[in-house]
């Protein structure tokens, strides 16, 4: 079982890092007096005198680890997460030690090796622990340091909770069964079994077969809850509790403490934070003023092809909605021939439609009829990275029929956004659309809009859906 093996595994992470410290230390030192790169100075420090400073190195830097909660569980934690807990980390303990350094007068000390050996540490803990992460899920596809788990409640979470587990087997977690009160022992869904009630946990939780109960009981159930976590506390077993609205509360809920009492806020959208919003934009204005110096050459050709194979005008603008529900008018190179505006508006384009010219078609595959768009991000209309804008009569449907659609409009609309390099553009799910729309808002962070603008090279330009 994991809890018999884990404060062992805990300790050989702490000893590995603590080899890698050592390790990253010598290294920067050579790199620094040895490797020609940097001029030597007049005085030199041979690396036995170095070494000494490892004595307060070594500990210093493990706390700050643990502290940064870098001995966790790696089982879901995300590895772009991980690896900035290792250069905060890392540049706490940079600081404290130039800090010893100063107070303590030691002048003799170079600070380049020190800086080498911040770079390296942080290169060389990233790669280890994504190494360890890599090894050990494929151990646990094979079926090996499995984490068996038991659900209290059959609900909505719970069998969302069953599909997400059942298709990432890295994770290494073996649901055992569900306990409810409501549904007939030998239930199945998708293979995991109703094994009986919930007054069933007084039996099973003496056995100490299990490292962890999931409570996902419904919300007619939750006058439950406090006996069930009674029973799950005594015993000592981890118990986590999934919540039966998770289409209300959002990914990363934002809870408050009103002396001991936790509120949770509906909506947490990062964006709403003044300097975060800043320095979006200082991001869309640079951005969008590099792309459009880059992409110029393309949008000239783009331009005088469809001018010389089309009549009409070179840019098609079509009104859509913005933050804040606001109406703004989107600009595109023309990809279709002029029609009346309310033909235009009869709905999304379809394979194979009349309206698209020739070249229409292949700017659209290739997204170079959005190209235009970089001048909405500079007037502040849009940015680089968001959910995608729709028209004013697709919002009024939409917001009717899809729950939480309207969230959208509380952060800019973008040229390329997370649904979208995930494949969902073009004549596909709206739903599943949204559901990446809402994850990209309620997790937003710089570091991801990056990833996405990066994705979008690869998995963003040329769209297979765009008719």
């Known amino acids: 079982m994991i809890k018999d093996n884990q404060k062992l595994f805990n300790r050989l992470h702490v000893l590995l890092d603590a080899v890698i410290i050592v390790i990253a230390y010598v290294a920067a030192w050579y790199f620094r007096f040895k490797s020609g790169f940097f001029a030597l100075s007049s005085w030199y420090i041979s690396l036995t005198q170095y070494m000494k400073y490892l004595v307060l190195i070594v500990p210093a830097y493990l706390a700050l680890y643990y502290l940064f909660q870098l001995y966790t569980s790696k089982r879901v934690q995300g590895r772009r997460l991980e690896a900035w807990h290792i250069f905060q980390a890392n540049i706490i303990g940079l600081l404290v030690f130039i800090l010893y350094l100063y107070l303590a007068k030691l002048t003799d000390y170079s600070r380049k090796m020190l800086f080498v050996f911040f770079c390296f540490n942080v290169v060389f803990e990233v790669v280890f622990r994504n190494l360890l992460r890599y090894i050990l899920r494929k151990y646990r596809k094979r079926g090996y340091n499995q984490k068996h788990v038991l659900l209290v409640g059959y609900s ?14 890295e994770w290494g977690y073996n649901i055992r069964g569900i306990l409810d009160d409501n549904r007939t022992c030998g239930t199945e869904y998708h293979g995991i079994k109703i094994l009986g009630t ?3 946990l007084s039996v099973i939780l003496p056995e100490n077969k299990l490292d962890e109960i999931v409570i996902t009981l419904s919300l007619a159930e939750y006058h439950k809850l406090a006996r069930i976590v009674g029973m799950c506390e005594k015993s000592g077993v981890h118990t986590k509790f999934i919540p039966d609205y998770n289409n209300v509360i959002p990914t990363r809920p934002y809870t408050e403490d009103i002396l001991g009492m936790p509120v949770i806020n509906i909506r947490h959208v990062p964006l709403s934070n003044a300097f975060n919003a800043f320095l979006k934009r200082c991001v869309d204005i640079f951005g969008a003023l590099v792309a459009i110096i880059l992409f110029s050459p393309v949008m000239l050709v783009t331009a005088i092809i469809i001018k010389v194979t089309s009549p009409g005008p070179l840019i098609f603008k079509q009104e859509r909605i913005g933050k804040h529900n606001h109406p703004f008018y989107m600009y595109k ?7 009346e505006e309310k033909t235009e508006k009869q709905g999304w384009t379809t394979k194979n439609d009349p309206r698209v010219t020739p070249v229409g078609k292949f700017i659209r595959k290739t997204s170079i009829d959005e190209l235009p768009q970089l001048f909405n991000i500079l007037v502040g209309d849009m ?8 028209r004013p009569q697709f919002v009024e449907k939409f917001k009717e029929e899809i729950p939480r659609y309207m969230i959208k409009h509380q952060v800019r609309p973008g040229l390329t956004g997370w649904a979208q390099v995930n494949g969902y553009r073009g004549d596909t799910s709206i739903q599943k659309r949204i559901e990446y729309d809402l994850y990209y808002i309620e997790n937003w962070t710089m570091g991801f809009d990056f990833k996405i603008i990066f994705l979008t090279f690869f998995k963003g330009f040329v769209n297979k859906n765009a008719y």
């Open 383 to 390: 940015s680089l990275v968001g959910p995608r804008p729709e």
């Open 156 to 169: 909505q979470a719970a069998e969302g909770y069953i599909d997400r587990v059942l298709s990432h087997p």
């Open 333 to 339: 190179f023309r990809s279709m021939v002029v029609q």
């Open 198 to 200: 919930t007054e069933n």
